[in-house]
């Protein structure tokens, strides 16, 4: 298996699907965020509007064909990852400072924790469909 | 909202959903009689937005009314969308597709009926 496989079929389309949700969900969420109330807290906000473009980017690049939009969905993946890990923390340790959920908000409570396997799966099926020969 | 098709238009989902998954773990394909349910729930969801979308210009204000109004427009655009990303593997996978898309609507339709009947400003 030299040759790196499709991200976007199989299991990956299903993945796909699950990213595409929640593309939609933060997007949602983060534009009347920002738009409604802004000034209450605009740094949970803002990453609250970071996070809605790193799922939106992961889908793309996951439903896309080539080396670049597994290049990105690698990098996209990876941020997101770290973005869950790190705004999870945040929100845990300083609630105050996020006033209202954002997808990320304790580790994705609000979402079933599914904003925290997700990017597990998602590194997991980009390996699982590299096909470089590793040795 | 209509509380009756709203909490009509979940349980279809949800049992959808169900369907799909179990047919996604036999590796079955998506049987034509599955394909017509979620078409038939995706005429219920924009019968429903409009029904809202009605009482909403008739005087009903929902808390957190751009929060409902973003609900209202996407759940329209759900399982079209699914549909359209399933079939092109109407296998094993295609139904696994149906099945987080119909999820997906159930759950955005309860969370309507929260902000629907707590009455904002």
Known sequence: MAEPRPTRTGFGR?????????ALAATARAAVQLLTQYSEAPLAYLLS????VIYVVATGALAG?????????????????????????????????????TVWSGYGQGYVYIPLVLPFVGLYWLYRTAGRVRG | MIDGLANTISAAALVVAAVTAVLAYLQRRTPG?????????????????????????????????????????????????????????????????????????????????????????
């Open chain 1, 49 to 52: 509007a970071v996070s809605a």
């Open chain 2, 33 to 121: 009689v599955v394909t017509v349910a979620v078409l038939a729930v995706a005429a219920a969801v924009v019968v429903q937005a409009v029904i809202a979308l009605v009482q909403l210009i008739a005087g009903h204000h929902p808390q957190e009314i751009a929060t409902f109004i973003g609900y209202l427009l996407f759940s329209m655009l759900v399982l079209p969308a699914t549909l359209a990303w399933a079939k092109a593997e109407p296998g094993r996978w295609g139904n696994g597709v149906l099945a987080v898309g119909c999820l997906t609507v159930a759950v955005m339709i309860v969370r309507m009926g929260q902000l629907w009947d707590v009455v904002g400003g």
């Open chain 1, 65 to 101: 064909r080539g080396p670049r939009p597994r290049a990105v969905a690698l990098a996209a993946v990876s941020f997101e990852l770290i973005g869950v890990l790190v705004i999870g923390t945040l929100s845990v340790l300083d609630p105050a400072a996020f006033p209202d959920q």
């Open chain 1, 14 to 22: 299903v993945l796909v699907a699950v990213y595409a949700t929640f």
